[in-house]
């Protein structure tokens, strides 16, 4: 299984970037996107499912959205409004909770908010 993210880097405060992570998983599979700041534990920022019921951090709220496209197995961050604390490694996953049950990560992508 394969997670790739694509689409970090560095905005000013008020800016928009958008994320995408191709996975190399089918069915009912929950994705979502975490992320790390320097010092902090890897914290939830959104999940949706594959029947497009979505969940959101409550410090992103508002400002991010979380979308998929099943045909092509992605999951999309659209992060508007950008704040310097929302500055963090960002993290794909794709998980199934129900059996056969998995949990995969991709590779993290930087995300650098300025003022």
């Known amino acids: 299984v394969q997670l790739q993210a694509f689409g970090g880097g560095s905005v000013q405060a008020g800016g928009s970037l958008r994320l995408s992570c191709a996975a190399s998983?089918?069915?009912?599979?929950?994705m979502g996107w975490y992320r790390q700041a320097p010092g902090k534990q890897r914290e939830l920022v959104a999940t949706?499912?594959?029947?497009?019921?979505?969940n959101y951090a409550d410090s992103v709220k508002g400002r991010f959205t979380i979308s998929r496209d099943n045909a092509k197995n992605t999951a999309y961050l659209q992060m508007d409004s950008l704040k310097p604390e929302d500055t963090a490694v960002y993290y794909c996953?794709?998980?199934?909770?129900?059996?056969?049950?998995?949990?995969?990560w991709g590779q993290g992508t930087l995300v650098t908010v300025s003022s």
């Open positions: 949706i499912t594959s029947g497009g019921i979505s």
């Open positions: 998983v089918y069915g009912a599979v929950i």
């Open positions: 996953n794709a998980r199934r909770v129900v059996s056969p049950t998995f949990s995969y």
